[in-house]
C-alpha cells in the first residue's frame, strides 16, 4: 500500500466565529496550510480537496460546501467531496483522503474540517448534535449528548469509584495546555480549588447532566483545520520541502450499536478498542509506543475511558494516570497538549482535523512553548462520532 | 381498500418492541433484520412480514441514569431526568425518569406517556418510575 | 455641594436603600471576584467601563452597553430614583456590573447586566448578586425581568422558573419598553438558591482592599485589539 506524508497543516482560531462565513473560515484554515506547505502559487498540484463538515446543511443553510470552498480558494480542477460522519466527520476525512492515495487516485489530498454552530443558541446547537440520535429511541425523549456523557460517567464512577475531584484534575490539565495554544477557544487555566473544592465551586462550576458539571464538558465552539496529505512515492512531493513530512502511520475506524442500550456493557467502548487496533496493526505499532495522544473528550469522562480503551492503561486505572500526573505535558504520556476538546473546543467537523493537526505539530517540534512534548515519535488521536458509535483512530509519527 | 382507522382515534401512548417471526427475537427499536437470525423486517407489510408488535412496559431495572440541564430547544424545562432500564425480559431502553433522587440498580415500573410534543405530532416513550 | 431649588425639583424623592454588604467568589480560574455595591461618586470609572462596549453589535452589548451607560449617568446625576449597582472586580479591575432600582417597597426592576470578561459565568454569578440585594437583603416581594437577549430570555425563564407578569398584573409594562415581562418571586427565588447564589462574607479586609479603587479592564475579549489608553 502506498504511503502518505502529512505535508501542510493549517489552523484556526476556535471560539465564537459567528460573524464569519462558514466556507471563509473554512478556507482561512485551507490557505494557512497552503501556506505551511510551501504550495499557495503551486495550489494547483492538489488534485483532491475533502472537506468535513457536519452542520451546514441545517445549521448554515449551506449546501455543497466542498465544491465552495474549491472555488472560494481557487483549486479548480481538484475532485471535492463532503465527508459528513458526525463529530468524527474530520478524521474520517483523512482516512478517505488517505485511501485515495492508497488506491492511486490522488497524490496530494487537502483535507479540511469546519463547523460553524455559534450561529444559533446553544439551545439550537445542542437539539442539531442531538440529531445523530436514535430518533425513536433516543432523540424523541429529549435526552441530548450531555445526557448520554452524564449517564456514562456516572456508570463509571460507580463502577471504578472514580470521583468528582479526580476527573476535575483532567479539565485542570486540558485548560493549562490549552491556556498555551494560541487556537484554543478557552483560553483561562481552571484551578481544582475554583472548579471543585471552593464554597462556590458547585455554583460557577453549575451542573449540567449529573454528575457533569459545565467545567466537565466541551464548549460549542466554531472554527476549522486542514492537512494537507501527498503520497510519499509521488513526484510531486518535490514541491514539499519546507517543512518536515510527517507519516500518516495509521489509520482505522470502526463503528458500534447506533443505541446506547443495545450495549452489553455501556461502558466498553468497543469502536475505539478496534479502531485503535486497526490502526496499531497499520502501524506496525503497540501502546506502549505512543509519546502523545489527543483524545476526544467532548466530556472529559472521555479521555479517560478511551485512554483506556486504546491500551494505554487497564480499565479504570486512568484515574490513577491523571492523579499522578502521567498525562500531563511533562508526564511521560501526556493526553490532549492541545488543550483538548474541553479547552481548545469542539467546532464538530474540525475536531478530527485538528487533532490531526497537533499531532504534526508535536511531532515537528512546532508547538508553542510549554506545551511541546519532548522528542516525540508517534502520536495517535481518537475522533469519537456519535456516542462511540463511529471511532477514528489515527497514528502519525516522524519518519 | 384497508384504512388503518386507528390512526384517527385519541392518542394513546403506548411503545412497542418488535418480535422476529421467524425466530422469535424481541428487539427496541424496531431494526430492519433480526440480529439472530437475519430475517428482513418490512414496515409496510408489504413484500417482507412487519413483525407482530409487543407493548414493551412494566417492571424494569434502573442501569443508569442522569439529571439532564442541557435540553434541546423545543423543551422548555429547566431540567429533565433521564435513565437506562433493562426489563424482565432482557431488552434494555432509554427513557424519561420521573425518580427525583435514583439510586443505580433499583426497581421500577415503565408505562408509555406522552413524552414530546413535536408540532402535529405527539410522540409516546417509556417513563420509568417507583411502583405503585 | 448646596443644590438649588429647580434641581432639588428635579430629582425624584428616594428610599433610603440598605447597603449591600460586600462578598466573594473564587471563580472557576480560582481568582477571587468581590462583589461590592457601588457608590454614587465611582460613576466615572463605570462609564469608562461601559463605554467602549457601545459599538459592539455582537451578542446584543450595544444596546445593553447604551443602556447601561444611560443608567448610571442617570443614577449618577439623580434622575433615577431608588437605584444601585453593583460590580464584580477582580483586584480592583472591574469585571462586570449590575443595574437595577426599586420601584416601591415592594418591587424591584431589573435593568441590565453587563460582563466584560468572559467564560467564567460571573454575569450569572452578578445577576444572582443582583436577586440576592433586591429579596433578601432589601427584602421585596418580587422583581420585575425582561431580557434583550436570546439566551438571556431563555436562562432568566428556564433556569429561573419566573413567572409570567402577564398572568398576575394585565398589561404591565416593565420600564425597559414595556416587553412580556417576567417576574422573580421570593419563594422561586428560595427554590433556586442554592444552584444561583453563592459567596462569603465578610470579605477580608486585604481583599475587600482590593476593590477600594476600582479600575476600567484595560482589555476587552469583545474588541479584539483593543487598549485603553492610560493617561
Redesign the interface.
Given at each position: 500500500m502506498r504511503k502518505a506524508a502529512i505535508v501542510g497543516i493549517g489552523h484556526t482560531v476556535f471560539g465564537n466565529l459567528s460573524d464569519y462565513d462558514l466556507v471563509d473560515v473554512m478556507s482561512f484554515a485551507s490557505t494557512n496550510a497552503l501556506d505551511d506547505a510551501g504550495i499557495r502559487e503551486n495550489r494547483k498540484i492538489i488534485d483532491q480537496v475533502l472537506v468535513a463538515n457536519m452542520g451546514g446543511g441545517i445549521i448554515n443553510h449551506q449546501t455543497g460546501i466542498a465544491s465552495s470552498l474549491v472555488s472560494r480558494i481557487d483549486l479548480e480542477p481538484a475532485m471535492a467531496e463532503l465527508v459528513e460522519n458526525g463529530p468524527a466527520s474530520g478524521a474520517s476525512a483523512v482516512k478517505l483522503g488517505y485511501s485515495l492515495i492508497a488506491s492511486g487516485m490522488a497524490d496530494v489530498v487537502m483535507v479540511t474540517g469546519g463547523e460553524l454552530m455559534r450561529a444559533v443558541t446553544g439551545w439550537v446547537a445542542t437539539d442539531f448534535v442531538a440529531t445523530l440520535l436514535h430518533p425513536e429511541a433516543e432523540y424523541n425523549y429529549g435526552i441530548t449528548l450531555p445526557g448520554f456523557g452524564g449517564i456514562f460517567t456516572r456508570m463509571y464512577m460507580e463502577r471504578y469509584g472514580l470521583t468528582e475531584e479526580e476527573l476535575s484534575l483532567v479539565a485542570v490539565k486540558d485548560h493549562e495546555n490549552g491556556s498555551k495554544n494560541p487556537w484554543a477557544h478557552v483560553e483561562t487555566i481552571c484551578t481544582i480549588e475554583g472548579i471543585c473544592n471552593s464554597p462556590d465551586a458547585k455554583v460557577v462550576n453549575n451542573m449540567v447532566a449529573d454528575p457533569l458539571r459545565m467545567y466537565h464538558m466541551c464548549p460549542v465552539s466554531d472554527g476549522a483545520a486542514t492537512v494537507i496529505l501527498c503520497a510519499l512515492d509521488s513526484p510531486k512531493m518535490k514541491y514539499f520541502k519546507e517543512k518536515e513530512p510527517i507519516l500518516l502511520n495509521g489509520i482505522g475506524s470502526a463503528t458500534d450499536t447506533h443505541c446506547l442500550h443495545h450495549r452489553k456493557d455501556p461502558l466498553e467502548l468497543t469502536a475505539v478498542r478496534l479502531s485503535a487496533e486497526r490502526a496499531y496493526k497499520m502501524a506496525g505499532l503497540k501502546p506502549e509506543d505512543i509519546s502523545f495522544a489527543e483524545l476526544h473528550d467532548a466530556f472529559i469522562i472521555l479521555e479517560l475511558a478511551i485512554s483506556e480503551e486504546v491500551g494505554f492503561f487497564k480499565r479504570g486505572k486512568a484515574r490513577e494516570a491523571i492523579v499522578k500526573g502521567i498525562t500531563r505535558i511533562n508526564g511521560s504520556l501526556p493526553i490532549n497538549t492541545s488543550g483538548g476538546l474541553k479547552a481548545k473546543g469542539h467546532p464538530l467537523g474540525a475536531t478530527g482535523v485538528s487533532q490531526i493537526y497537533e499531532l504534526v505539530k508535536q511531532l515537528r517540534g512546532e508547538a508553542e512553548k510549554g506545551r511541546q512534548v519532548k522528542n516525540p515519535k508517534h502520536g495517535l488521536s481518537v475522533n469519537f462520532g456519535g456516542f462511540g458509535n463511529n471511532v477514528v483512530t489515527t497514528i502519525c509519527s516522524k519518519e | 381498500m384497508d384504512i388503518d382507522f386507528s390512526q384517527y382515534e385519541p392518542f394513546k401512548p403506548v411503545v412497542y418492541a418488535v418480535k422476529c417471526p421467524k425466530c422469535g427475537t424481541l428487539d427496541?427499536?424496531a431494526p430492519m433484520i433480526c440480529k439472530n437470525c437475519g430475517e428482513r423486517r418490512d414496515p409496510s407489510g408489504a413484500i417482507f412480514s412487519a413483525w407482530e408488535k409487543v407493548p414493551l412496559d412494566g417492571k424494569c431495572k434502573l442501569?443508569?441514569?442522569?439529571?439532564?440541564?442541557?435540553?434541546?430547544?423545543?423543551?422548555?424545562?429547566?431540567y429533565?431526568l433521564?435513565g437506562?432500564v433493562e426489563f424482565e425480559n432482557g431488552l434494555?431502553?432509554?427513557?424519561?425518569l420521573l425518580v427525583e433522587e435514583p439510586k443505580?440498580g433499583m426497581e421500577l415500573v415503565s408505562t408509555a406517556g406522552l413524552?414530546?410534543e413535536?408540532p402535529g405530532e405527539d410522540?409516546a416513550?417509556f417513563i420509568f418510575d417507583i411502583a405503585g | 455641594m448646596i443644590i438649588d431649588e429647580m434641581e432639588k425639583k428635579l430629582r425624584p424623592p428616594e428610599i433610603a436603600l440598605k447597603p449591600y454588604p460586600a462578598k466573594m467568589i473564587t471563580l472557576a480560574n480560582g481568582e477571587v471576584m468581590v462583589v461590592r455595591e457601588v457608590h454614587r461618586n465611582e460613576a466615572a470609572v463605570l462609564l469608562e467601563t461601559i463605554s467602549p462596549l457601545i459599538g459592539v453589535k455582537k451578542d446584543f452589548y450595544d444596546i445593553v452597553a447604551a443602556r447601561m451607560y444611560a443608567e448610571v449617568l442617570g443614577w449618577h446625576l439623580y434622575r433615577v430614583a431608588n437605584e444601585f449597582v453593583l460590580v464584580g472586580a477582580i483586584n480592583g479591575e472591574i469585571v462586570g456590573l449590575v443595574t437595577s432600582r426599586c420601584v416601591d417597597e415592594n418591587i424591584g426592576m431589573s435593568l441590565h447586566t453587563l460582563t466584560v470578561k468572559r467564560g467564567l459565568r460571573i454575569g450569572a454569578q452578578l445577576f444572582a448578586a443582583k436577586m440576592e440585594h433586591h429579596l433578601e437583603l432589601l427584602e421585596q416581594k418580587e422583581v420585575w425581568i425582561v431580557a434583550e437577549s436570546p439566551n438571556g430570555f431563555k436562562r432568566f425563564l428556564i433556569e429561573y422558573e419566573l413567572d409570567s407578569a402577564e398572568d398576575r398584573y394585565p398589561g404591565v409594562q416593565h420600564e425597559l419598553g414595556g416587553v412580556p415581562t417576567c417576574i422573580l418571586t421570593r419563594t422561586l427565588y428560595d427554590a433556586v438558591r442554592e444552584q444561583k447564589v453563592t459567596g462569603t462574607r465578610p470579605v477580608p479586609a486585604e481583599i475587600l482592599g482590593t476593590a477600594d479603587v476600582l479600575k476600567a479592564p484595560g482589555e476587552y475579549p469583545q474588541i479584539p485589539g483593543y487598549k485603553r489608553s492610560r493617561k
Open positions: - | 427496541y427499536p442501569l443508569g441514569w442522569t439529571k439532564l440541564y442541557a435540553l434541546p430547544e423545543g423543551i422548555e424545562k429547566k429533565l433521564f437506562v434494555r431502553a432509554i427513557g424519561r443505580t413524552v414530546r413535536i410522540v416513550g | -
